[in-house]
């Protein structure tokens, strides 16, 4: 193989989640710390709230761009057996992923490798088209999944727990290098202000 051919290593991360775990989730606050620094964060995170009428916890996808909420979850009832995803939902929420890969992106996030992920559907099209893109890119998996999460990457992905700071040593390991930040923070000018740069905000080792 030519040098020039040299595949470089794939930006993959996965938040681990162990079944039925209370562990609190860290995605939305390290996007947001990323945004704050002047990252150009984009994707979805998920929100999840209380159970309604005995069915399972209301889901909902969050726009990190623009704060548009996709409700992804269906009320079947406590006697329904069937997946309570609302496919049509996440369909309408993939394209927050598809503007993402069309524009400067530093790092996706995406809400999870979940059930209907496993079997090809889903957001499955879009973390595929992230990867083949080479844009660096943050999911999630709960332990059962984890051996599919697996086949799909090849083993490549960093698997990651579920905590703040294990996020921020990944990024360090893999964000772009030479990213002009603070040009992405200045503030707005007043007509009778000179040119003012705001000063990025320190990262978190």
């Not at 309604?52 to 909902?60: L, Q």
């Not at 960093?158 to 294990?166: H, K, N, Y």
Request: charged content about 25%; hydrophobic content about 40%; some cysteine.
């Amino acid at each position: 193989m030519a040098e020039d051919d040299v595949v470089p290593p794939l930006k993959i991360g996965a938040i681990v989640r162990p079944p039925d775990a209370n562990v609190p989730d860290s995605m939305e606050g390290f996007a947001r710390i990323l945004q704050g620094q002047g990252y150009f964060v984009r994707g979805l995170v998920q929100r999840n709230s209380a159970p309604e009428g005995g069915c399972g916890c209301a889901m909902t996808l969050v726009d990190l761009d623009n704060g548009q909420h996709f409700r992804i979850s269906q009320n079947l009832g406590s006697g329904s057996v069937c997946c309570r995803v609302d496919t049509q939902a996440v369909a309408e929420a993939s394209l927050v992923l598809r503007r993402a890969m069309e524009t400067e992106t530093d790092l996706l996030i995406v809400n999870k490798f979940g059930k209907l992920e496993s079997q090809g559907l889903g957001l499955m099209d879009e973390i595929l088209a992230a990867v083949s893109l080479g844009i660096p890119l943050l999911t999630s998996v709960e332990a059962p999944l984890l051996e599919c999460w697996r086949d799909f990457t090849g083993g490549v992905a960093r698997e990651l727990s579920p905590g703040c700071g294990a996020l921020m040593r990944w990024w360090d390991e893999i964000r772009p290098r030479g990213v002009p930040r603070s040009s992405r923070l200045l503030r707005p000018l007043q007509d009778d202000q000179p040119f003012q740069r705001m000063e990025p905000i320190p990262e978190t080792s």
